[in-house]
């Protein structure tokens, strides 16, 4: 059936008109609707589907929903998609044992005879009995003389064989390294083969460019633009129309660039910049300039990233009381003296940058949230949104913190999984069952008004925000089970609202993006099921069916109704 025709009346002719859906749009003025309008990229109507008629002309692409959910496209507000998954490595998710970590190595060794690197990733800590790290000798008999590398699910740690240690110059008196801190046998001082801290020193503009020079091939450009795209086109798929890369060194940018030019990039992108310890002001110049030179609708550079501690899996987190497993007494470590990351946080949030720390124990929490206080005294109380991102073991005294600080929580819901960090894991095991209620407190966070905004972490967990949803809104395992501390589950429409408004807002967003609202960017998902509507258990296994960025649609999963004129995105 022809659209009707344009009369005088009419508003001129829209360039896509999505008719037939039940809209969430997320925003509380015009909650639901069941078409919207789109011209140069932004919304210029919604409403009934009766009226959409007026909008339509004969240039004018429609997309019939058929009666799906269309949401906000989502935001994903901490996703690596640098780090990527890399097809080169051996993948070790889900072997959950030496033995099995063995014969995935070994196959992929008889697959690549002529290899001069064995590289793997993924590796879970709970593979290894009795919550011990790694060793050098846990390699060796399946790696030879070939060096190998063997990164953590997390990236926070890598795991080296002995030829490794020796062709990366890990000795004894030299554990101190450019990509991480090598671990040292207390008995012989040697170095076994696990080395901390890699997402902090070896992603670094520093460690990186060692990793390359000492020829690990996971480390050479080739590679990262490979892990890169592939992420990207699995964010675009996934619905994900703006991806926040959280940590990047000034080297990393031409790769998004390139994959603009290319074509790779179909979501927008927002890149924050690492800050490591020692960073100069200088480098802040460079920071600065880099923020201004990038500050596009498609790529953004501006906030920072910093760490404050590790990760509570290997006992590297900081807790206010010792670890319930390992050495008596054994807190953790932060990585800078209280004092001088106050007085750092105090110098950046003057300078109007937006901070990103990484913080997981609630002593690592705290020290993030007295430094933010400390700066809104110093400087006065500004509009920073400064972000705690992961907030994994937080002290219920410090919940009402971060809505009284302005402070956002950038949380990844999976990350809470029972099979991932509940009973029976190394992250329940390590804090003990006494410090569970402090785990992953989404509910009670959004209580207090504070803002949250979701995200994957991806590769670290799978980068499909409806794995995220399910788990926010379930807290049980992905196969279905029991939930583990359900009274901090959050409803749907809640967990919709952190990957999509909260998100936009936590990185000043939310007058472009976030919501279906006349005005703002057409950026939208349909889904191919009703996930605000069927039952949890059937949220994960829903898909993208239609992807639109700036009113192009940028995917399609093969179903849905589309007809008119097409420009790629």
Known sequence: MLPAPLTPHSPAPADLVLRGARIHTVDATLPAAEALAVRDGRIVWLGDDADADRWTGPGTRVVQAGGRLVLPGFIDAHNHVRLGSDDACVQLAGARSLSEIHARIAAWRARHP??????????DYSALPDGRMPTAADLDPVTGDVPAMVLSYDVHTAWLNSKALDRLGVRADRTDLPFGKARTDPATGAPTGFVQDFAVRGLSRDGHRALRELGVPWASPERQYGRLVKSLDDAIRFGITTV?????????????????????????????????????????????????????????????????????????????????????GHRGETF????????????????GFQCFVHATGDRGIRTVLDAVERARSVNGARDARHQIVHVECLDPADVPRFAELGVVACMQPRHCAP????????????????????????????????????????????????????????????????????????????????????????????????SL???????????????????????????????????????????????????PV
């Open 419 to 514: 099979e991932i960090a509940g009973p029976g894991q190394d992250w329940a095991e390590n804090v003990g069952e006494g410090r569970w209620h402090k785990a992953w407190p989404m509910r009670s966070l959004a209580t207090a008004g504070a803002t949250l905004a979701f995200s994957s972490d991806w590769n670290v967990a799978e980068m499909d925000p409806m794995i995220g949803i399910y788990t926010a809104v379930t807290r049980r395992p992905l196969a279905g089970g029991e939930a583990w501390m359900p009274e901090e589950t959050v409803d749907v429409a809640t967990a919709v609202h952190a990957y999509t408004m909260g998100s936009a807002y936590a990185n000043f967003l939310e007058d472009e993006r976030g």
């Open 517 to 567: 609202t006349v005005g703002k960017a057409a950026d939208f998902v349909v889904l191919s099921r009703d996930i605000l509507r069927i039952a949890p258990e059937d949220i994960p296994g829903t898909v993208a069916d239609i992807v639109v960025v700036a009113g192009e649609v940028a995917h399609e999963s093969g179903s849905g109704d589309v007809t008119g004129p097409f420009t």
């Open 244 to 328: 926040v890369e959280p940590q990047n060194s000034l080297d990393d940018l031409p790769l998004f660039e390139r994959a603009r030019a290319e074509g790779r990039l179909r979501s927008r992108l927002v890149a924050a910049l690492f800050h490591p310890r020692g960073t100069s002001d200088a480098d802040l110049d460079d920071f600065a300039a880099a923020a201004r030179a990038h500050d596009g609708d498609r790529i953004r550079v501006g906030p920072l990233k910093l760490y404050i501690d590790d990760v509570v899996e290997p006992r590297t987190a900081a807790l206010l009381e010792p670890y319930a497993t390992g050495c008596r």
């Open 336 to 351: 800078y003296p209280v004092e001088e990351f106050a007085d750092l946080l105090v110098k950046l949030d003057a300078r």
């Open 114 to 123: 002529d290899a001069a690197w064995i590289e793997a990733e993924a590796f």
